[in-house]
């Protein structure tokens, strides 16, 4: 069969691959009957693609879009798998069969058991390497394998890799048979949280934000035929400015008069074409290109070739997207997110990849597919992937359907665990290599997608450790993204973005001249819904609510609020806590078993899209607070009437000072009347202009500790605990008739049981042009 590649888009040149790989792949494996009986072991949940899986039609799809070859074998399905204790040598018996890639806690593997870190599990299966092949190079690649693994191939140790989220192969060829069955067998040891490796939120005993642990293969194993001289990896770096991308092949084997040869192509039509030694970058030139965006994903196809002599030696499909993820000052002079040198306000949910049937392996392709077309269909247009990396398919996903990807790096928590204020915690030079190492694989295996744009070393302290010098190697390896320091909690001041983390209400630091702010993680509403949940009882969310539409509408309020830090603040991006349930944790948008969506979607996603149309929103202030100048209100100390918030209350005899109230040591403030008891109460009367028309007021409150704000004699908003700063909080639809031309009455409450004490308020409106 013969196949003009030129003349098919880069969609029609995928399937045709495809095709030919059914065509042409022979899959060998064979069960004995009682295999055919497996099934899933009943879990708690399940989702409705769990009825889909079966040992052999699991992912069938080719796992590395980003460098396909038409000929490939999946080694998924059934295995024989044994848990011994973990220094016995390997076993000649097994307890039984596990569906590959499913990890051996998951109800999808048809085992679900523990392990424990003084076990190790192994597998083993059989193959057979088509006669078609011979004289070619076998790769022998795993997708994922948490975490220390050992592999043998026909008794032969052929590699070992250390490292829980991101692939690796090895060459097996010397390893084969001259035929027939050819055996493979891999020993793994996790220590989950007995070890200081990166292990995201894996425990051997979940319960409240930490989960079930998953250990061993997660991710697909497969094998592909290869020359000699074959193509080992990609970089693709485009430059938008410029009008170009950088191409890199690196490539095994001998590479004598061997070049490298890429073209790219745009629908039908051939736009580019460049060629290079191999292992040196080369530009490849895109004229008047069509740039990558969440509204308009657009990729070009890609084809890599090396040549000796005139001949093709070895060819991959890829693809490229001409796309620039930087800083840029809006026209206020705030330090903004930017895609394609334009301001664009990132907002999306805190994505962490985990399914109740398969942890942290996807039922199917499409199951994966799916949280990605819902994230979109709900306006977001970005996620931030929380501790765990993703099969190199997620991210085509996003690739292709158009969403930005925060990419975190998954946690590790080292032995030593007092952390220093100016450093973080310390780790042993082997616990940084670890973390570093596999740091460095994930930039590696991800820098390809033009999805991926944020790299985010460490969350919220957990394992944090030489930031600056973290940071420093992270712009070094990739000038090309944007690096978080750390995503809420301990930030170094370093990096290009300063991140917060603020439940349920959102906040954000204040604006900086180098950095974006942003906010890492809000929201946490929390909702069980009955039949959906991982268990029926001690589920939890940072907010609870006992319906679909108090979900919904209290949603929409925490959004409403992004606007006013947007223009107050100078918020670049907000990530919304979180977009499923996780085991005990039901402060998803939709279901654990992605079963029930708790929002309105057209809703949520008209309230979405509303954050990223430019310009920024504009802020007026309506009543200034003592920041700006000296306002007198007055006052008492003493236990009020009940009706002292009334707008009709004579507070004549109440005392007259100017605002802030509260003590001079009590950090960031203006004190300009001190108030040292547990309780002080508050009123003011304004006056607002006849023309007066609000958009989206809110009350600027600077509070140490509980406050509670009347307007004319209504409760418009009420907090607890305390901030260090004033944060605009957003009234509620019903309040914001509150104010009204003339005069109006605000009253106030604050109480105080230790520390600092502060309180002030003032209203601002925020603007929102052209949305």
């Known amino acids: 069969m013969q196949i003009n590649k ?94 590959v890639p499913f990890s ?23 193959f057979e390497w088509p ?54 067998v891999v020993s793994v040891w996790d220590p989950t949280d007995a070890g200081a490796q990166p292990r995201g939120k894996q425990v051997a005993k979940p319960g409240g934000i930490w989960y079930t642990s998953v250990t061993g293969i997660w991710q697909t194993v497969w094998i592909e035929p290869v020359a000699a001289t074959s193509i080992a990896s990609l970089k693709i770096l485009p430059d938008i400015d410029a009008g170009v991308v950088h191409v890199t092949a690196i490539t095994r084997g001998p590479s004598e008069n061997v070049v490298v040869e890429a073209t790219a192509t745009d629908g039908k039509s051939q736009i580019a074409i460049a060629t290079a030694e191999a292992g040196r970058s080369f530009p490849l030139s895109i004229p008047n290109a069509k740039l990558w965006t969440p509204d308009a994903p657009y990729l070009y196809h890609l084809k890599i070739a090396l040549k000796r002599n005139g001949e093709n030696v070895d060819e991959v499909a890829s693809y490229l997207a001409m796309r620039k993820i930087s800083l840029v000052k809006d026209p206020n002079g705030i330090q903004r997110l930017a895609l394609n040198n334009h301001p664009l306000f990132q907002f999306g949910p805190l994505d962490q990849g985990w399914w109740p049937d398969g942890l942290y392996t996807a039922p199917t392709d499409a199951a994966l597919k799916y949280d990605i077309e819902l994230m979109k269909q709900l306006g977001f247009n970005m996620a931030r992937k929380h501790v765990k990396i993703e099969p190199d398919r997620w991210y085509y996903w996003c690739d292709t359907l158009g969403l930005l990807v925060w990419q975190d790096m998954p946690s590790g928590f080292p032995t030593h665990i007092e952390p220093s204020k100016d450093t973080g915690f310390s780790r042993t030079a082997s616990e940084a290599k670890d973390f570093e190492g596999e740091l460095k694989e994930m930039i590696d295996t991800l820098y390809n997608h033009p999805s991926v744009v944020m790299w985010v070393p460490f969350n919220e302290g957990w394992g944090q450790y030489d930031t600056q010098r973290i940071v420093e190697q992270i712009k070094q390896y990739d000038p090309s993204r944007l690096v978080d320091d750390a995503s809420g909690w301990t930030d170094m001041n370093v990096g290009d973005v300063h991140d917060m983390h603020n439940y349920p209400r959102p906040n954000s630091p204040k604006s900086e001249p180098g950095r974006a702010v942003v906010l890492g993680e809000f929201g946490g509403l929390g909702l069980p ?243």
């Open 6 to 99: 030129r003349e098919l888009s880069m969609g029609q040149f995928v399937c045709v691959l495809r095709f030919a790989s059914l065509l042409f792949l022979t899959v060998t494996q064979s069960f004995a009957a009682d295999d055919v009986n497996w099934q899933p072991v009943k879990g708690p949940l399940m989702t409705r693609w769990a009825e889909e899986v079966s040992p052999d039609n699991f992912a069938k799809e080719y796992p590395r879009p980003q460098m396909e070859r038409p000929e490939w074998q999946s080694l998924n399905g059934l295995w024989d798998y044994t848990i011994r204790p973990k220094l016995e040598p390997e076993p000649t018996a097994f307890d039984g069969k596990i569906l």
């Open 104 to 126: 051996i806690e998951s109800s999808l593997s048809g085992v679900m058991k523990q392990v424990g870190d003084a076990n190790r599990v192994w597998y083993r299966r059989s």
């Open 131 to 184: 006669e078609r092949w011979r004289g070619k190079r076998a790769i022998l690649h795993f997708g994922a394998i948490d975490w220390q693994a050992k592999v043998f191939v026909n008794g032969h140790e052929v590699g070992t890799h250390q490292g829980g989220y991101t692939p690796f192969s090895f060459d097996i060829t010397e390893a084969l048979q001259p035929s027939g069955k050819q055996t493979i």
């Open 529 to 771: 819904i009955v039949d959906h949940t991982w268990q029926t009882q001690h589920n939890w969310g940072y907010r609870s609510f006992k319906t679909t539409t108090e979900l919904n509408t209290a949603y929409l309020d925490l959004i409403e609020q992004l606007h006013v830090l947007e223009g107050f603040r100078g918020l670049s991006a907000g990530v919304y806590t979180q977009l499923t349930d996780v085991e005990s944790e039901v402060n998803g948008l939709m279901t654990y078993d992605r079963a029930v969506l708790k929002v309105d979607a057209d809703q949520v996603a008209a309230a979405n899209r509303r954050i990223y149309t430019e310009p920024p929103p504009v802020i007026k202030v309506i009543v200034p607070t003592c920041h700006d100048e000296a306002i007198q209100w007055r006052y008492t100390m003493k236990s009020p009437p009940d009706n002292w918030y009334a707008a009709d209350f004579d507070d004549t005899v109440w005392l007259i000072g100017p605002a802030g109230f509260g003590t001079t040591q009590t950090p960031n403030t203006t004190v300009r009347t001190t108030w040292d008891s547990t309780d002080i109460w508050i009123r003011r009367t304004v006056e607002l202009p006849d023309n007066l028309k609000l958009s989206n007021p809110a009350i600027l409150i600077h509070h140490d500790e509980d406050a509670e704000v009347y307007i004319n004699g209504h409760l418009a908003i009420k907090v607890t605990g305390f901030n260090t700063d004033y944060e605009p909080v957003t009234l509620d639809r019903s309040c914001t008739e509150l104010l009204r031309p003339g005069k109006n009455t605000i009253a106030v409450h604050c109480h105080q049981t230790t520390g600092g004490q502060f309180i002030d308020i003032g209203i601002i409106d925020v603007i929102l042009e052209d949305r």
